[in-house]
C-alpha cells in the first residue's frame, strides 16, 4: 500500500514569491492535515481537509491556504514567502480524520527562501 | 494556548541503557500520541493513549498516560542504536477543536 506522497521533495524560492506543494494521501484516506516544522517551533498545525471542505485551522497568517481535491489529494499554497517560512512543511492523512484516526505522514517537502 | 512540554530536549546514551522522556501539559488532552522521527523522513506512529492511568507496551518501549490526562512517558529499556531519532508527543485537547498540538521533541542519540 503507498504512503503518502508529497511533492516536491526540495524547494528553493526566494523572498516575495510564492510556492504551492502539493501532497497525495494514502487511498481511501480523506483527511488531509497539513503541519509546518521548524528547528524553533517544533511541529505546528496549518490547517486540515475533509472532503473538499477546510474543517480547521491553525494560527498561520493568511498568506497560507490550501485545498483539497475530489480525489482527496491536497495542495497548500504560500503567497508572498518570506524568510521565516523556510521549513518542513508535512502533511499527514487518516481515513476520517482526527482525533480517533490514526494519522500517516509524508517525509515532507523542505522549504528553503533566500 | 495549549501547550506540551518535554523533556529533556537532548538525551545522548550507550546503547543498553534505560531511559525516560517526558511530556507535561498544564491543559487535559483527551488523547495523546507518541512518534518518532528520523532525519529526512514524516513522523510514525508509536502509539495512542486515550485512559488517565493508561499503561502501553510496545516491546522495549513503555508508554504512561498520566492520570490527570495531563502528562505522559515514554521509557526505552535496554536502547539500541535503532532507536535513535527525535521523539514527539502529540495531543488533542477534545471538543470541537480537532488540532493536533506537538510538543518540540526530544532528540535522542543511543550510541554503540
Known amino acids: 500500500k503507498a504512503g503518502v506522497t508529497q511533492t516536491p521533495r526540495y524547494l528553493i524560492k526566494t523572498r516575495g514569491q510564492q510556492v504551492t506543494l502539493s501532497c497525495s494521501p494514502i487511498s481511501g484516506h480523506r483527511s488531509v492535515s497539513w503541519y509546518q516544522q521548524t528547528p524553533g517551533q517544533g511541529l505546528q498545525f496549518l490547517f486540515e481537509y475533509f472532503s473538499e471542505t477546510q474543517r480547521n485551522k491553525g494560527n498561520f497568517p493568511g498568506r497560507f491556504s490550501g485545498r483539497q481535491f475530489s480525489n482527496s489529494r491536497s495542495e497548500m499554497n504560500v503567497s508572498t514567502l518570506e524568510l521565516g517560512d523556510s521549513a518542513l512543511y508535512l502533511c499527514?492523512?487518516?481515513?476520517?480524520?482526527?482525533?480517533?484516526?490514526?494519522?500517516?505522514f509524508g517525509d515532507g517537502t523542505r522549504l528553503s527562501i533566500l | 494556548t495549549q501547550l506540551l512540554e518535554q523533556s529533556p530536549q537532548f538525551l545522548s546514551i550507550q546503547e543498553g541503557e534505560n531511559l525516560t522522556v517526558y511530556c507535561n501539559s498544564s491543559?487535559?488532552?483527551?488523547?495523546l500520541q507518541w512518534y518518532r522521527q528520523e532525519p529526512g523522513e514524516g513522523p510514525v506512529l508509536l502509539v495512542t493513549?486515550?485512559?488517565?492511568?493508561e499503561v502501553k507496551k510496545l516491546k522495549r518501549l513503555t508508554f504512561q498516560f498520566g492520570d490527570a490526562r495531563k502528562d505522559s512517558s515514554l521509557h526505552i529499556t535496554a536502547a539500541q542504536p535503532g532507536d535513535t531519532g527525535l521523539y514527539l508527543c502529540?495531543?488533542?485537547?477534545?471538543?470541537?477543536?480537532?488540532?493536533?498540538?506537538f510538543g518540540k521533541g526530544t532528540l535522542l542519540t543511543v550510541n554503540p
Open positions: 493513549v486515550v485512559t488517565g492511568g
Open positions: 499527514a492523512s487518516s481515513l476520517l480524520g482526527p482525533p480517533n484516526q490514526p494519522q500517516h
Open positions: 491543559s487535559v488532552f483527551s488523547s
Open positions: 502529540a495531543g488533542y485537547s477534545g471538543g470541537s477543536n480537532y488540532k493536533l498540538t
